[in-house]
């Protein structure tokens, strides 16, 4: 069933541990078929050099298994809710990348300091709020994901513009068009948590970037008129 999506989602949760963006098991890349609605996600605990396409688990979107034998990763629930909240998500990945980390568990925004980052992420990527203890008791994983839609929208986010989120004192969600862009932004994102991090060591008081160099890096490469590379297809 969606061999095609299953070999993408495989190659991406692969290409985590090639980026060294996972230690472990902490980590996983889902992907999702549009037409039927299924999700294909990671396997729970499962090593990665044991990982092969066949062990993933195909879901719907209200959680029911439809092919697998293991169980579906622990925030299966987060990616379930990011999927039904934006039909433009392709494919979503969740690590503990320690960058990334690092901002989470400061409860901070990653501020846009530069243009590495205004060409990936238009303004500073949010940091959602901690759960309630309720929240926590009732459903961990969707709630995890309700927080995440909620500071979108009550920032008025694009979430093909800011295509990542921090959750305070837990770590980072990146998401795209498919899997492995998906993966590429969980890249993209720690490395400019990583810059982020050198800037504010440098320069406390450091402000972001101004507006119009953000806008424009941003717009050349997504925008209406974008012009870098070679070609928008």
């Given at each position: 069933?969606?061999?095609?999506?299953?070999?993408?989602?495989?190659e991406?949760?692969?290409?985590?541990?090639?980026?060294?963006?996972?230690?472990?098991?902490?980590?996983n890349?889902?992907?999702?078929?549009?037409?039927?609605?299924?999700?294909i996600?990671?396997?729970?605990?499962?090593?990665?050099?044991?990982l092969?396409p066949?062990?993933?688990?195909?879901?719907?979107?209200?959680?029911?298994?439809?092919?697998?034998?293991?169980n579906?990763?622990?925030?299966?629930?987060?990616?379930?809710?990011?999927?039904?909240?934006?039909?433009?998500?392709?494919?979503?990945?969740?690590?503990?990348?320690?960058?990334?980390?690092?901002?989470?568990?400061?409860?901070?925004?990653i501020?846009?300091?530069?243009?590495?980052?205004?060409?990936?992420?238009?303004?500073?990527?949010?940091?959602?709020?901690?759960?309630?203890?309720?929240?926590?008791?009732?459903?961990?994983?969707?709630?995890?994901?309700?927080s995440?839609?909620?500071?979108?929208?009550?920032?008025?986010?694009?979430?093909?513009?800011?295509?990542?989120v921090?959750?305070?004192s837990?770590?980072?969600?990146?998401?795209?068009?498919?899997?492995?862009?998906?993966?590429?932004?969980?890249?993209?994102?720690?490395?400019?948590?990583?810059?982020?991090?050198y800037?504010?060591?440098?320069?406390?008081?450091?402000?972001?970037?101004?507006?119009h160099?953000?806008?424009?890096?941003?717009?050349?490469?997504?925008?209406?008129?974008?012009?870098?590379?070679?070609?928008?297809?």
């Open positions: 069933m969606l061999e095609a999506l299953k070999q993408a989602v495989y991406a949760n692969m290409e985590l541990p090639r980026r060294g963006l996972v230690t472990y098991t902490w980590g890349v889902s992907g999702i078929d549009r037409e039927t609605g299924y999700v996600i990671k396997p729970s605990g499962v090593d990665y050099e044991d092969t066949d062990k993933l688990v195909v879901l719907d979107l209200d959680g029911n298994i439809i092919e697998g034998d293991l579906p990763s622990s925030d299966t629930k987060t990616h379930l809710e990011l999927y039904k909240a934006y039909p433009e998500l392709g494919g979503i990945v969740h690590t503990h990348s320690p960058y990334a980390v690092g901002w989470a568990q400061a409860g901070r925004d501020p846009a300091y530069g243009t590495t980052h205004a060409d990936y992420f238009y303004g500073p990527v949010p940091c959602a709020r901690h759960l309630t203890p309720e929240e926590v008791e009732e459903d961990y994983e969707r709630n995890t994901g309700k995440i839609i909620e500071i979108f929208t009550e920032r008025g986010l694009n979430p093909m513009h800011v295509p990542a921090i959750c305070h837990h770590g980072p969600f990146t998401w795209g068009k498919n899997p492995a862009q998906a993966v590429y932004h969980a890249v993209v994102l720690e490395e400019v948590a990583k810059m982020a991090l800037t504010t060591q440098i320069a406390p008081d450091c402000p972001p970037a101004p507006q160099v953000q806008d424009k890096h941003f717009m050349r490469k997504h925008g209406p008129n974008a012009y870098y590379g070679q070609g928008k297809g």
